[in-house]
Structure formats: structure tokens, C-alpha cells
């Protein structure tokens, strides 16, 4: 091909490309929308209400056209996106947040606390209330400059108000009652115990006492206790508590520390002296860890053995378990029971029931079930009670559910025995009991235990006391006597002879007797712990 016949050609060409260029512009050109309309905007900003003519589309592009620019927290109504008509009025909101700080006085509470020393209707100023401060943070909302709303960000106390403690005397109001053995109780953070009548005498004075421990000695000369920290709290890296014992037996004793801390549970260990074994002063006990998450514990699970002398000086502790965190809700901790003859120790977790002997540290298992649901920073395990022939273990269990939920959220609690030392299997004396039934036997094997008034809500429910022979026969109820409520707190101690029920209503200690009888002992209404022997 030649030089000229190249340029003619890329001459024709030429043409058609300017053609199809202003055909593709014209079609561009007829795809454009035309311009919107102008249109009048009633524009409300900054405290200022004016009218807009603008050609803009939606809101926001209006904005931008008058140059009004919106904060992270402004709003506009209506929103940015809508789309402008004639006569619309947009309103630009501006929103600010501060954090507002103030205090504030916290009122004292008046506590009236019953006082068996002091004459019937006699009443003292034991404490001056004092109030307390806090500061209270806020973060206030404002619209417009004007306050819309406020929320409480954090409140921080900085003075504690002091209740006012006013002692009534209750002296006679309660008429004189005798009994066998000591009571020992525990109110007003403190010991109090009862000898021959119920004429009650503290045993302590600091008001410290945190209620983990309180159980008197099997011949009921000793009072094992656990107090707070002294000073107070200690801090996430202090105790959470410590052990102390003082003498019931004699007036004004003076409580002795037994160098062990953080105590969940302890108790004094029965003997039975043989020719073989002679009996020692042992004391068994489980301890925890603090924690800053609820409940304030992380439980160990382990198991301690430690003797006193006849001065009730202690000796080194001796490990027999150790620290176990394996099963469901180990951090609230077992409960445990000591066998009549001290040589085993059985525990109920929220898993299981079983047994450890405390000579060799042998551990076994009697019955697993699945744990209870709390939906809260505690859990539920069983408190087991050893027959007093020791072959037998009569313990709450979580039952499976009959409505088909889910095993961890039934409502059903049945009590049992369990074989432990006999060849038998296991036996079902009541079902439904509640999960606070907390049998207890008596020295002749009669079996007290609660009975929940509402077991589908047993974990708040009142409860009836009832006594029932060894195999679950002949059940009674011995208290509610008639048509008054239940217990709250449905503890319950034999007396040493086995004829009398010690049992708690309304912060007070009543004895009913399998007779039928109800007598009142105390008056005081704040009592949380007590125990008989």
C-alpha cells in the first residue's frame, strides 16, 4: 500500500468518528433530569428561623448549600435523606453531653435491736446516727441548650452513714424455760449462750462475728467461731476471715485466735475413746481464697485437720484432703458432716454426695445428680446428716424434673438415705421436700427435717418442721402449730436428750416438743446461727 492511499483513507475515517461523539452527547444530553424547581424552605439552625429558596434536592444537600455543618450527636428533622418540598420546615437540633458531678447527703437508718439484759420496755440510744456523703457522677443530655435528660454514670461514697442503734429492753417478756445441755446463738454479730434456763449471756463483744463458722464443742465447754477481718475489710489480698474458739463455760473468757484463716466451714470432731484410740481436741475445717467477683470466695474444697491442747493452744494443722475445683460450682464450696465417731467426714457438693475416712484420706462417691441453676453468685449443695448407727446418710438430692425443662432448672428435691456402710440400696423417704429440708437426727435416730410450704419456689419458700422415725414413717409437723407461717430459715438442733426441737422464726429460738409443746426462748429478733449440745 502507498503513502497516499494511507492518507485517504484515515480521511474518510475521520468523519465517522465525530460523527458517532455527537451522537453519544446527545444522547447524554437527553438522559439529563432537568433541574428541580426552586422551592421555600422554612430553615431552623443556631437559634435562628428563616426562609430558603434553594433548587436543592434533599436535605442535607441544603445544609451544605447554607454551609450549616451537624456535630457527631446533632440531629435534623426531618432526616438528612428526605426530600425537600415547598414549605417544609427543617429543624437542626444541636446535642451536647456533659458529665455533671454533685453530692449529696446519705440519711442514717434507725435500728432497733432487743436486749434480754435490760427491763421490759427500757430503751437506750446504744449509737448517734451519723450521715454519710456520696458524690454522684451524671451525664446530662442537652438539646438546643436545654436539658433533656440524665443519666447516673457512677456513685462513689464518700462518708458512710452510721445507723442509729436503739437497744429495747426485753428482759421478762419471756418467761423463764428450762434447758438441757448449752445453746449457744448468734445475733447482733456477736456470741450469746444459754446455760440450765434461758437467761442468755454474751460470749463475745466485737460484733465482728461473720456467721461461716458458730458450733459448740460436743461437751459444749468450747464456742468455735469465725470473725471479719479485724479493721475491716483487708483487700482482695487479705483473709477472709479467721478462726477463733472461746470458753461457754466461763464468764468473760477471753476469745483465742487458732492462727487459721479464710474458713468456709469447721467443726469440732466427735470421739468415741476405745482402748486403742485416745481422744484429742481435733478440729476439722475447709478453707477459700478471696475473691473480687461475688460471693467474695473461691472455695478450695480441701480438708484440715488441727488439735488443741488442754489450754486450747493450737498445733500445726495437718492436711487431709486437698484442694479439689473439678466439679460444677466448686467456688461455693462443700458443705460437710462429721461421722458420731469422727473417723469419716462426709461432704455434699452441687454435683454429688460422698465420704472421705480422715485417717488415710480415701475418698468415695454415693450419688451424683445434675447441679441447680441459681441464675445468681451462689449455689445449692446438699447438707448431709450421718444415722447415728453411722451406716446410713440421709442427704437432699436433686431430683430430675417432671415437666420436661432442662435438668439443671427442675424444682424437685427429694430426700434420701444412703448406704454407706451396709449392703443395701438406696431409699427414698420423702419426695419434694424443698432443696432447704437440712435433715437432722436425734440421738435416739428420729429424723427432723423442712418441708418446703411452696417446692416449686423451695430457694424462697417457708418452711414446716417436721419429725419423722428412721425409715420416713410417722411424720408430724411440729411447727407451724397451727395456721402462722413457716420458717425462713429452716435450721433445726436436737436436744441432748431427744425429746425437743430447737428451731428459728422470726430472728427468735423456739423449743416444740414432740409433745406438742412451743415455748419461746428469746426475744431479740435478729438471731442468724445457733447450735445445741
Same mark, same amino acid.
Given at each position: 500500500?502507498?503513502?497516499?492511499?494511507?492518507?485517504?483513507?484515515?480521511?474518510?475515517?475521520?468523519?465517522?468518528?465525530?460523527?458517532?461523539?455527537?451522537?453519544?452527547?446527545?444522547?447524554?444530553?437527553?438522559?439529563?433530569?432537568?433541574?428541580?424547581?426552586?422551592?421555600?424552605?422554612?430553615?431552623?439552625?443556631?437559634?435562628?428561623?428563616?426562609?430558603?429558596?434553594?433548587?436543592?434536592?434533599?436535605?442535607?444537600?441544603?445544609?451544605?448549600?447554607? !454551609?450549616?455543618?451537624?456535630?457527631?450527636?446533632?440531629?435534623?428533622?426531618?432526616?438528612? *435523606?428526605?426530600?425537600?418540598?415547598?414549605?417544609?420546615? +427543617?429543624?437542626?437540633?444541636?446535642?451536647?453531653?456533659?458529665?455533671?458531678?454533685?453530692?449529696?447527703?446519705?440519711? $442514717?437508718?434507725?435500728?432497733?435491736?432487743?436486749?434480754?439484759?435490760?427491763?421490759?420496755? %427500757?430503751?437506750?440510744?446504744?449509737?448517734?446516727?451519723?450521715?454519710?456523703?456520696?458524690?454522684?457522677?451524671?451525664?446530662?443530655?442537652?438539646?438546643?441548650?436545654?436539658?433533656?435528660?440524665?443519666?447516673?454514670?457512677?456513685? %462513689?461514697?464518700?462518708?458512710?452513714?452510721?445507723?442509729?442503734?436503739?437497744?429495747?429492753?426485753?428482759?421478762?417478756?419471756?418467761?423463764?424455760?428450762?434447758?438441757?445441755?448449752?445453746?449457744? *446463738?448468734?445475733?447482733?454479730?456477736?456470741?450469746?449462750?444459754?446455760? !440450765?434456763?434461758?437467761?442468755?449471756?454474751?460470749?463475745?463483744?466485737?460484733?465482728?462475728?461473720?456467721?461461716?463458722?458458730?458450733?459448740?464443742?460436743?461437751?459444749?465447754?468450747?464456742?468455735?467461731?469465725?470473725?471479719?477481718?479485724?479493721?475491716?475489710? #483487708?483487700?482482695?489480698?487479705?483473709?477472709?476471715?479467721?478462726?477463733?474458739?472461746?470458753?461457754?463455760?466461763?464468764?468473760?473468757?477471753?476469745?483465742?485466735?487458732?492462727?487459721?484463716?479464710? +474458713?468456709?466451714?469447721?467443726?469440732?470432731?466427735?470421739?468415741?475413746?476405745?482402748?486403742?484410740?485416745?481422744?484429742?481436741?481435733?478440729?476439722?475445717?475447709?478453707?477459700?481464697?478471696?475473691?473480687?467477683?461475688?460471693?467474695?470466695?473461691?472455695?478450695?474444697?480441701?480438708?484440715?485437720?488441727?488439735?488443741?491442747?488442754?489450754?486450747?493452744?493450737?498445733?500445726?494443722?495437718?492436711?487431709?484432703?486437698?484442694?479439689?475445683?473439678?466439679?460444677?460450682?466448686? @467456688?461455693?464450696?462443700? %458443705?460437710?458432716?462429721?461421722?458420731?465417731?469422727?473417723?469419716?467426714?462426709? @461432704?455434699?457438693?452441687?454435683?454429688?454426695?460422698?465420704?472421705?475416712?480422715?485417717?488415710?484420706?480415701?475418698?468415695?462417691?454415693?450419688?451424683?445428680? *445434675?447441679?441447680?441453676?441459681?441464675?445468681?453468685?451462689?449455689?445449692?449443695?446438699?447438707?448431709?446428716?450421718?444415722?447415728?448407727?453411722?451406716?446410713?446418710? #440421709?442427704?437432699?438430692?436433686?431430683?430430675?424434673?417432671?415437666?420436661?425443662? #432442662?435438668?439443671?432448672?427442675?424444682?424437685?428435691?427429694?430426700? @434420701?438415705?444412703?448406704?454407706?456402710?451396709?449392703?443395701?440400696?438406696?431409699?427414698?423417704?420423702? #419426695?419434694?421436700?424443698?432443696?432447704?429440708?437440712?435433715?437432722? @437426727?436425734?440421738?435416739?435416730?428420729?429424723?427432723?427435717?423442712?418441708?418446703?410450704?411452696?417446692?416449686?419456689?423451695?430457694?424462697?419458700?417457708?418452711?414446716?418442721?417436721?419429725?419423722?422415725?428412721?425409715?420416713?414413717?410417722?411424720?408430724?409437723?411440729?411447727?407451724?402449730?397451727?395456721?402462722?407461717? !413457716?420458717?425462713?430459715?429452716?435450721? +433445726?438442733?436436737?436436744?441432748?436428750?431427744?425429746?425437743? +426441737?430447737?428451731?428459728?422464726?422470726?430472728?427468735?429460738? *423456739?423449743?416444740?416438743?414432740?409433745?406438742?409443746?412451743?415455748?419461746?426462748?428469746?426475744?431479740?429478733?435478729?438471731?442468724?446461727? $445457733?447450735?445445741?449440745?
Amino acid at each position: 500500500m502507498s503513502h497516499h492511499t494511507w492518507r485517504k483513507r484515515a480521511v474518510r475515517v475521520v468523519p465517522v468518528l465525530l460523527g458517532g461523539l455527537l451522537v453519544l452527547a446527545a444522547l447524554v444530553g437527553a438522559c439529563r433530569s432537568p433541574s428541580p424547581p426552586p422551592r421555600r424552605v422554612l430553615l431552623d439552625a443556631d437559634g435562628e428561623r428563616r426562609w430558603v429558596t434553594t433548587q436543592a434536592a434533599t436535605v442535607a444537600d441544603l445544609l451544605d448549600e447554607v !454551609g450549616v455543618r451537624l456535630g457527631e450527636l446533632d440531629r435534623v428533622e426531618p432526616p438528612s *435523606y428526605t426530600l425537600l418540598e415547598e414549605g417544609m420546615t +427543617v429543624r437542626v437540633v444541636r446535642v451536647q453531653e456533659r458529665l455533671i458531678q454533685e453530692e449529696r447527703p446519705i440519711p $442514717f437508718e434507725r435500728q432497733v435491736r432487743r436486749d434480754p439484759a435490760l427491763p421490759v420496755g %427500757e430503751t437506750r440510744v446504744a449509737r448517734l446516727g451519723q450521715t454519710g456523703r456520696e458524690r454522684l457522677t451524671w451525664r446530662v443530655r442537652y438539646e438546643n441548650g436545654e436539658e433533656t435528660g440524665r443519666e447516673l454514670v457512677s456513685r %462513689e461514697e464518700l462518708t458512710p452513714a452510721e445507723p442509729e442503734i436503739v437497744v429495747l429492753g426485753t428482759a421478762g417478756s419471756v418467761e423463764t424455760v428450762p434447758i438441757s445441755g448449752t445453746i449457744a *446463738y448468734l445475733a447482733g454479730g456477736n456470741a450469746w449462750v444459754m446455760n !440450765g434456763a434461758n437467761a442468755p449471756r454474751p460470749l463475745t463483744r466485737t460484733g465482728d462475728l461473720d456467721g461461716h463458722v458458730f458450733t459448740l464443742s460436743p461437751d459444749g465447754k468450747w464456742l468455735l467461731f469465725t470473725r471479719k477481718p479485724i479493721g475491716g475489710s #483487708a483487700g482482695q489480698a487479705g483473709p477472709l476471715n479467721s478462726l477463733w474458739i472461746v470458753r461457754a463455760d466461763v464468764v468473760d473468757d477471753e476469745p483465742r485466735y487458732l492462727e487459721v484463716d479464710s +474458713v468456709l466451714w469447721a467443726d469440732w470432731r466427735p470421739c468415741i475413746p476405745t482402748p486403742e484410740r485416745s481422744c484429742f481436741t481435733d478440729i476439722g475445717y475447709s478453707t477459700a481464697e478471696r475473691s473480687p467477683a461475688e460471693p467474695g470466695w473461691k472455695a478450695l474444697n480441701d480438708f484440715w485437720l488441727i488439735t488443741l491442747s488442754d489450754r486450747g493452744d493450737p498445733v500445726a494443722p495437718r492436711q487431709v484432703l486437698p484442694p479439689s475445683g473439678s466439679e460444677w460450682y466448686a @467456688w461455693w464450696g462443700r %458443705e460437710w458432716a462429721w461421722s458420731p465417731d469422727g473417723l469419716y467426714v462426709a @461432704w455434699g457438693s452441687a454435683t454429688a454426695v460422698g465420704f472421705a475416712n480422715v485417717e488415710t484420706g480415701e475418698t468415695g462417691v454415693l450419688t451424683t445428680f *445434675y447441679p441447680y441453676e441459681t441464675n445468681g453468685p451462689w449455689a445449692w449443695t446438699p447438707r448431709p446428716a450421718w444415722r447415728p448407727d453411722e451406716e446410713w446418710l #440421709a442427704t437432699v438430692v436433686h431430683a430430675p424434673p417432671v415437666a420436661g425443662e #432442662a435438668p439443671e432448672r427442675s424444682e424437685q428435691f427429694d430426700l @434420701w438415705l444412703l448406704p454407706v456402710a451396709v449392703s443395701a440400696p438406696p431409699v427414698r423417704l420423702a #419426695a419434694n421436700v424443698g432443696m432447704w429440708a437440712l435433715p437432722v @437426727w436425734s440421738p435416739a435416730g428420729q429424723l427432723a427435717y423442712a418441708q418446703a410450704e411452696d417446692p416449686a419456689g423451695s430457694a424462697t419458700s417457708r418452711y414446716a418442721i417436721v419429725v419423722a422415725d428412721a425409715d420416713g414413717s410417722n411424720r408430724r409437723t411440729l411447727f407451724p402449730p397451727d395456721t402462722r407461717p !413457716g420458717v425462713e430459715r429452716p435450721f +433445726v438442733e436436737w436436744s441432748p436428750d431427744g425429746r425437743q +426441737v430447737l428451731l428459728l422464726w422470726q430472728g427468735d429460738l *423456739y423449743l416444740a416438743g414432740l409433745d406438742g409443746t412451743l415455748k419461746p426462748l428469746t426475744a431479740v429478733g435478729n438471731i442468724l446461727r $445457733f447450735d445445741w449440745k
